[in-house]
């Protein structure tokens, strides 16, 4: 179960990465909190599997919620990349907004699946990890960081997209269904 556990999230890694540079729409120099986002990414990814293959091996239930998180992850991210491959979203932190918004698949349960999924991913290395204090406290970090890009995105989406996004808000959740 621990080597699941691992490649299932080095595969999410990975496909973060390929969305980076294949699915994100890239406008002109990349914006700082994107720039910050991703090395905290890389930074966190590597101390996590160094932790997980140094520390004793997390009790079997633990694996279990790590390979679940990990599965549900992969879900939700492939599902955000397939209900935006047209709409040209752009990478966290940018000033640029899509010319519509997107209310459909995932999009019609959570405002932003694409955060969703990397809470997941987190969440998933602190089981893996056997609840080690320094993969908690990245996970919240990197949680923080989320809702701060969230919050950006909203203010320009309710500025360009007023009405339209105000009315996806009032039916969907932030990240999580039946929690925020």
Request: charged fraction near 10%.
């Amino acid at each position: 179960m621990f080597t699941l556990a691992l490649t299932l999230n080095v595969a999410f890694f990975l496909a973060m990465v390929w969305s980076s540079y294949r699915h994100f729409q890239r406008v002109g120099r990349e914006p700082l909190g994107a720039s910050l986002l991703s090395m905290a990414t890389v930074c966190g990814t590597v101390m996590d599997t160094w932790l997980a293959l140094s520390l004793p091996t997390a009790p079997s239930w633990a694996l279990l919620i790590a390979i679940l998180l990990s599965v549900t992850a992969l879900m939700v991210f492939f599902a955000a990349i397939r209900e935006t491959r047209a709409a040209a979203f752009s990478l966290a932190f940018s000033d640029t907004t899509p010319g519509a918004v997107v209310s459909s698949g995932v999009y019609g349960v959570v405002r932003h699946p694409f955060y969703s999924a990397y809470i997941l991913y987190w969440s998933s290395w602190v089981a893996l990890t056997g609840i080690h204090p320094a993969a908690a406290s990245f996970c919240i970090g990197m949680i923080v960081a989320y809702v701060f890009a969230a919050r950006k995105e909203e203010r320009l989406l309710m500025t360009r997209l007023d009405e339209e996004y105000a009315n996806l808000i009032t039916r969907t959740w932030r990240f999580i269904p039946g929690v925020h």
